[in-house]
Nanobody, 127 residues
Framework: QVQLVESGGGLVQTGGSLKLSCAAS????????VGWFRQAPGKEREFVACISRSGSNIDSIHAVKGRFTISRDNAKNTVYLQMNSLKPEDTAVYYC????????????????????WGQGTQVTVSS
């Protein structure tokens, strides 16, 4: 199985940027599609973005399109979430999740489809 560790969160002002990293260990990372989710206080966990195991296919929610970019470097066993033009409503704990797949372009959007999760990293955007 794979272990995932997020990093890169922090406190930033509105309009600022952060780059989250999701580092994997314990298994062949290129066999895993990865998703980023976030959970704000009192709210359910929300899908943010996902990337296929090869990196050839990506998707994200409308609220972050044009501001967030998901990418991966399989040689470094790491997935990234570059977040620009941050807004207070982006404040949440951000989690990365892994899903083993044989399909180079497979994406997944539901938390229940991911078997492996990191511990989360806090992102706070001040107004």
């Amino acid at each position: 199985q794979v272990q995932l560790v997020e990093s890169g969160g922090g406190l930033v002002q509105t309009g600022g940027s952060l780059k989250l990293s999701c580092a994997a260990s314990g298994h062949t990372f290129s066999n895993y599609a990865v998703g980023w989710f976030r959970q704000a206080p009192g709210k359910e966990r929300e899908f943010v973005a996902c990337i296929s195991r090869s990196g050839s296919n990506i998707d994200s929610i409308h609220a972050v399109k044009g501001r967030f970019t998901i990418s991966r470097d399989n040689a470094k066993n790491t997935v990234y979430l570059q977040m620009n033009s941050l807004k207070p409503e982006d404040t949440a704990v951000y989690y990365c999740a892994g899903r083993q797949t044989n399909d180079d372009r497979s994406l997944a959007y539901l938390p229940s489809t991911y078997a492996y999760w990191g511990q989360g990293t806090q992102v706070t955007v001040s107004s």
